[in-house]
């Protein structure tokens, strides 16, 4: 995207904005937009408690109500977050463009300001330390009162606190593990963020950061005594998450943070409880193949040393008893060949693949892949070329898989090749310098694709092998007779004459006649002006900016035309009916006249 000039408020403050931090005013006019940044300038004074942090950047703006503004660096160059309704809305709001702006404006003393934020840190714990216990606990009462996410907070990590004594008896320092599930299963629950029973993008993250809390809550159980109860309450958790993921708009992706640290908690449980294997087995399987199993999408093979070997082939049990009982099931097939490509059994994997062949070959592909990461790359080679010469055609049951032509009417003929096995026959033959077996799987690809980039892919190596003659070009302009794909390729080849020509015979689109028409206008003027004509004619009734420049085009080609024949008095003729035709679209005119016509 072209980037909108956005000038400095003056040039002075363009002059103090050259130590800008990572961005520019540039940067905000395009991250806002023109309205929100021309409103944004106008909230400069209503910033406060401009602070820089090491990462962070972060203010309050007075605006409706305060709003709370962070800007961090990112990717993309710059993430601003407020919690204003156009920011929760995921936008760059005028108040970040606000603070951003005032950001910039600090230039040389940019280093000042981190420094003071530093010192205010610092002057905080300066003044915390000077307290005794009773002042804390005030500050602590006041805070409750004032503020129920923190008496939340507070009320878990004193459920919590009890984990880390080495003491388990009886005592007000004993932690109850049936209070932490409550606490965490109340900050998982989606109902205090819930409009309509929905949560809204703008109530997401809202939610992510309580739901964080219960995965922090979780892997600091798991660090504690009581992993046992941590890992069965991380498995209720990663439950309660992914079922409430239905009701949640998480546009932004906060919940898969949340989920991964989920999961996190129940591995870091297990290594340190080391429940039991069977039990665990079971969970595993019933967790991916739930509705719920993409979130958060757990890795069996990252508990296989928790399993041991015996629970491990429990596992891999259960999953073929599963793909038994659903043989179309996707899950069911992707988590049985995770397995095996987890412990290695390359034959048992490509039995698997071998079971359900795609009919364009690709499952071959994916064989020959195992079989090359196993070492065995002819066992691969031998794969990929089956894939490519078994492709599915119709079956003598009646089972129709072959291909079909664009009226959806049978082909008689193999499905399409996948692209990617065409790739890797094309890579590994040419690796080995088999040019000939190159231009083979080539001329395979060409024969059922029938596109003009499958024509280009042959005739560019058929030229590098220095077997592009009339023979091999020939054939392969014969492979693509009677479809558009045809069209292309001849004016691809610069044969243009040759392109008019098929063009009737290949259901050849209006762009594709003009473009033969463009290219023979110099010497064939009369013939190219006979289509512009007829592409000119469908137009006259539409209407539309696209449809007004292509006509402006069609005419000044038609013009050009009648030029080169000496007919311009017909031209201008035919042209002024057409204009009185056409007087009350006034953007056409507009356009006819800003081209001269």
């Known amino acids: 995207m072209a980037r909108r000039p956005a000038p400095a408020p003056d040039a002075d403050r363009a002059t ?42 972060t203010a309050t703006v007075h605006g ?46 940019l280093a000042a300001l981190r420094a003071r934020t ?58 109850d593990p049936a209070a932490v599930r409550t606490h965490v299963l109340r900050l998982l629950d989606t109902r205090p963020f819930e409009q309509y029973g929905f949560v809204d993008r703008r109530d997401a993250a809202g939610y992510a950061a309580r739901a964080a809390e219960a995965a ?98 429990a596992l891999v ?41 795609a009919p364009d070959g690709h499952t071959h592909l994916l064989v020959a892949e195992e079989l090359d990461a196993a070492g065995r790359h002819d066992d691969a080679l031998a794969w990929a070329e089956r894939g490519l010469a078994e492709r599915a055609v119709d079956g003598a049951d009646g089972v129709v898989n072959g291909a079909v032509d664009r009226a959806g009417e049978q082909t008689g003929e193999p499905y399409p090749a996948s ?16 040019h000939a077996d190159v231009l083979r799987v080539l001329r395979e690809h060409l024969r059922s694709w029938r596109s003009p980039g499958a024509y280009r892919r042959l005739r560019d190596a058929a030229r590098e092998a220095g077997r592009w003659g009339q023979e091999e070009r020939d054939a392969a302009r014969a492979l693509l007779a009677g479809t558009p794909a045809l069209v292309d390729a001849l004016l691809d080849d610069g044969d243009a004459d040759a392109a008019l020509a098929a063009a009737p015979g290949c259901g050849a689109s209006a762009d594709q006649w003009v473009r033969a028409a463009d290219a023979v206008r110099d010497r064939r003027p009369a013939d190219a002006l006979a289509v512009y004509r007829r592409a000119l004619a469908p137009l006259v009734g539409r209407t539309g900016d696209a449809v007004y420049g292509r006509m402006t085009e069609l005419l000044l080609s ?40």
């Open 16 to 57: 103090r904005t050259s130590a800008a931090p990572g961005f520019t005013a540039e940067d905000l006019y395009e991250l806002a937009g023109p309205r929100s940044f021309e409103r944004g300038r106008g909230y400069l004074d209503a910033v406060d408690g401009l602070a820089v942090h090491r990462r962070t950047v």
């Open 64 to 109: 409706t109500t305060p709003y709370r503004v962070t800007l961090r660096p990112a990717r993309s160059g710059l993430d601003g977050r407020c919690d204003c309704p156009h920011g929760q809305d995921g936008f760059f709001c005028k108040h970040c463009v606000a603070v951003g702006l005032l950001l910039l404006e600090c230039g040389e003393d």
């Open 118 to 175: 530093a010192d205010r840190a610092r002057a905080l714990e300066t003044w915390l330390d000077s307290l005794d216990r009773a002042r804390l606990l005030d500050l602590v009462r006041e805070q409750l009162a004032a503020d129920p996410e923190f008496e939340r907070r507070l009320e878990l990590r004193a459920a919590l606190e009890g984990a880390t004594r080495e003491d388990r008896g009886p005592g007000p320092g004993r932690t």
């Open 216 to 313: 922090r809550a979780l892997c600091a159980l798991a660090d504690t005594p009581l992993a046992g109860e941590a890992a069965t309450l991380a498995r209720e958790a990663i439950t309660v998450l992914g079922e409430a993921a239905e009701r949640v708009d998480d546009s932004d992706g906060e919940l898969t943070g949340v989920a991964d640290a989920l999961a996190e908690a129940h591995l870091a449980a297990c290594r340190a409880a080391r429940p039991d294997p069977d039990d665990l087995a079971d969970w595993l399987v019933t967790h991916r193949l739930g509705d719920t199993g993409h979130l958060p999408y757990l890795d069996p093979a990252d508990y296989r040393d928790v399993l041991g070997p015996d629970g491990w082939t």
């Open 317 to 357: 049990r259960r999953a073929r008893t599963a793909r038994r009982g659903n043989p179309s099931g996707w899950a069911e097939k992707d988590l049985l060949e995770q397995l095996l490509r987890a412990e290695g059994s390359v034959d048992a994997l490509i039995g698997e693949l071998a079971a359900d062949l």
């Open 419 to 434: 692209p990617p096995l065409v790739e890797y026959l094309v890579r590994r033959h040419r690796d080995a310098g088999r």
């Open 558 to 597: 038609a013009r050009a035309c009648h030029r080169a024949l000496g007919t311009e008095e017909e031209f201008a003729g035919q042209f002024a009916g057409l204009r009185a035709g056409q007087r009350r679209k006034r953007k056409l005119m507009r356009m006819l006249d800003e081209a001269g016509l």
